[in-house]
């Protein structure tokens, strides 16, 4: 068990108000590390495959069904209600189970989003029914100035299984406004409110959520198998790992009310599988992502790590086989550079990177591998960035850092991953391999035998990063992971000695979209495109399509970065509590400052310039009729070129950036 005290604080992002769901997980026995010794008491046994060849595998809905049958021995006072019936009263939203025999309603009121439980529905008459419809989960609550916002889920996907249990996507959620008592507010309060509530939009939009009734996702397969009884007889979302809870701070209400029935944990990440047969053998392969929530947010304006060594992008990556009632799984990480530095966005292409309170480097350096090595044990941190330019610099900085922290358990390689492969030879991704193979086979992979006892398990985790921690992450991840699925398979009597992926067509094709589709995901998380250099993962070589496509999807990078993700991350603050909206504070705003930055607009700028600039060409068409148009037509360039060299010159005035957060790191 990992010892709480080595631990960095766990809610260093938040302030200390909302701290109150933090303290409750870790009051409760944390879930134990990837490389936590066999000793520990065994949980969650793993279903086993049959040995039968010829059986047919389940479909997604027959899973489903299974899974809920099996839900009927579990404990009633634990199990989480899968589909409720809301009732919307005009006073308040009445959320009853319908999955079982109801005993008791859940009343939320429309004023102050107090929530109770009741015995029997309100009476209401024919004329004036309430709307009725079916929600599948309660993803939580958010309070603003005045009024509390609800999550619910309106739709939901069976996607497929992790260890047996189904997995649900949100499809569809919907924010219900419990703001009745806002009529009786100030107009600054209802101003400031309303403003806030905007950004919640932006809730409604959040990709890549998914959840499960039955079996904690934020775990992996290694620490879910060392969970002890202690933790078992938890609700899951007191066993969840609270940094890939997205929905952590939003439960705090119903943690406060004991509602643990309808708490349902949720991950922000990816998930894909597929089902394939090699020779005679049926082979169910898993790939999981789990997205930190510590310093989540946009691609520009998070970047880097904090003071607390929680870095952006962080995301954990589990790719799962099962075949022939064996169960494996390999864990990888991916995480931002861990300095203090940023990109901020200023109308160029590419803004230039800047280091902030260098001094701090060491300490913030050391503290983020201390956190990764006390949750994966042994690490290697595989940098591939630039070894030249602007990115350079980060990498020499990055580099030195990690000197005096390197160690048998933790190593440090850099791969220029342009310079060798260029843009076209990613196959020579070999060589980096034959750099760090010697590590993956000392530190293995977590594996079940047929009687689901450990066979091999995992003691070292490798760390991948470029700038994004996107494109060319998750092609040197999907390498890794396919030499770690060849080896698993091979143990598993699946593949021969001497026979690869590749002898596989089918299997191997489905291999390659299993990870494009994930970094897809990923990607559109934190760029809100998907990822470059895609093709060469989904087909395993460079096309001219794909070229175009990275073309096309870099221009939207740009126009993301510059023109709407600072909203975007003023909603994800909020969301996850890093901002929070209070009574007792002086009143927020999300006005600009200043003169000029309250009137910059880029469009209208732009629209100046080219305005400008057609003014000037028709009086010079009309200079040789008169000379003063010729001079007029000067005037009218002059004045577009001093605009846009104005604009140029104060880029940053007209980009769309985050006003609720006035700390960079």
Not at 303 to 322: C, L, M, P, S, W
Not at 563 to 588: E, N, W
Request: with cysteine; charged share 20%; proline share 5%.
């Amino acid at each position: 068990m990992v010892s709480l005290s080595l631990l960095p604080p766990c809610a260093v992002l938040l302030p200390r108000a909302t701290r109150s769901l933090r303290s409750l997980l870790h009051q409760r026995p944390l879930p134990p590390p990837i490389y936590t010794p066999s000793s520990l008491d065994l949980a969650f046994p793993i279903p086993r495959l049959s040995h039968d060849r010829n059986r047919p595998r389940p479909a997604l809905a027959e899973v489903y069904s299974a899974a809920m049958d099996s839900k009927e021995s579990a404990s009633s006072s634990q199990k989480l209600h899968t589909r409720l019936r809301l009732w919307e009263f005009p006073d308040k939203y009445i959320l009853e189970p319908v999955d079982s025999l109801a005993d008791s309603y859940l009343s939320i009121s429309r004023a102050d989003g107090s929530m109770k439980l009741i015995e029997e529905l309100p009476q209401h008459s024919a004329v004036q029914s309430p709307k009725v419809r079916t929600v599948f989960g309660v993803i939580g609550m958010l309070k603003l100035l005045v009024g509390s916002y609800l999550l619910m889920i309106t739709e939901r996907e069976c996607v497929g299984s992790f260890l047996g249990h189904p997995i649900f996507k949100v499809s569809a959620l919907q924010i219900l406004p419990c703001n009745l008592s806002l009529k009786n507010s100030s107009t600054e309060q209802k101003k400031v409110e309303a403003e806030f509530s905007n950004l919640l939009n932006a809730a409604e939009r959040t990709s890549g959520l998914y959840f499960s009734y039955d079996i904690n996702l934020t775990l992996c397969s290694q620490r879910l198998h060392y969970l002890g009884d202690e933790s078992k007889l938890l609700p899951l979302w007191r066993q969840a790992e609270p940094r890939f809870l997205w929905n952590n701070y939003m439960l705090e209400p119903l943690v406060d009310n004991k509602l643990d029935q309808y708490m349902l944990p949720v991950i922000q990440g990816s998930y894909q599988n597929f089902q394939a047969t090699v020779g005679a053998r049926n082979i169910d392969v898993i790939l999981i992502a789990r997205r930190c929530t510590r310093r989540t947010g946009t691609r520009m304006w998070r970047r880097g790590a904090d003071t607390e060594g929680y870095v952006a992008n962080f995301v954990e990556t589990e790719q799962i086989v099962q075949s022939n009632g064996f169960t494996a799984s390999f864990v990888q990480v991916r995480g931002s550079i861990p300095l203090l530095w940023e990109q901020i966005v200023d109308l160029t292409y590419k803004p230039n990177f800047g280091i902030v309170r260098q001094e701090e480097t060491p300490r913030v350096v050391e503290r983020h591998f201390l956190d990764i090595s006390k949750k994966y044990g042994s690490v290697l941190a595989v940098d591939l960035v630039n070894k030249h330019g602007s990115e350079g610099r980060l990498s020499m900085k990055y580099a030195s850092a990690m000197q005096p922290i390197l160690s048998d358990d933790i190593r440090y390689v850099h791969f220029d991953f342009h310079q060798i492969c260029g843009h076209i030879h990613f196959e020579r991704l070999s060589l980096l391999y034959d750099q760090i193979k010697d590590y993956l086979e000392k530190h293995r992979y977590f594996l079940l035998n047929e009687k689901g006892e450990k066979v091999e398990e995992q003691t070292g985790v490798v760390r991948t990063n470029c700038i994004d921690c996107l494109d060319r992450t998750n092609v040197t991840q999907s390498m890794i992971g396919r030499k770690i699925l060849e080896k698993q398979l091979k143990q598993m009597g699946v593949l021969g000695a001497d026979e690869t992926i590749n002898n596989y067509p089918s299997f191997d094709a489905n291999f390659k979209v299993l990870w494009a589709n994930h970094g897809d995901e990923i990607s559109i998380q934190y760029s809100g495109t998907p990822a470059l250099k895609g093709d060469f993962v989904r087909c395993g070589k460079r096309t001219v399509q794909g070229i175009l496509k990275d073309g096309y999807n870099a221009l939207v990078r740009y126009y993301l970065n510059n023109f709407a993700d600072g909203t975007k991350q003023d909603a994800i603050d909020l969301l996850q509590g890093h901002y929070i909206v209070s009574l007792s504070r002086d009143m927020p705003t999300l006005t600009k400052p200043g003169v000029i930055e309250t009137y910059a607009s880029f469009r209208l700028a732009l629209a100046l310039v080219l305005a400008g600039f057609m003014f000037a060409m028709m009086s010079l068409r009309q200079a040789r009729n008169d000379v003063r148009h010729l001079l007029l037509s000067f005037v009218w360039a002059g004045l577009s070129v001093a605009i846009a060299v104005f604009v140029r010159a104060n880029g940053r005035m007209f980009t769309n950036r985050p006003r609720l957060s006035s700390s960079r790191h």
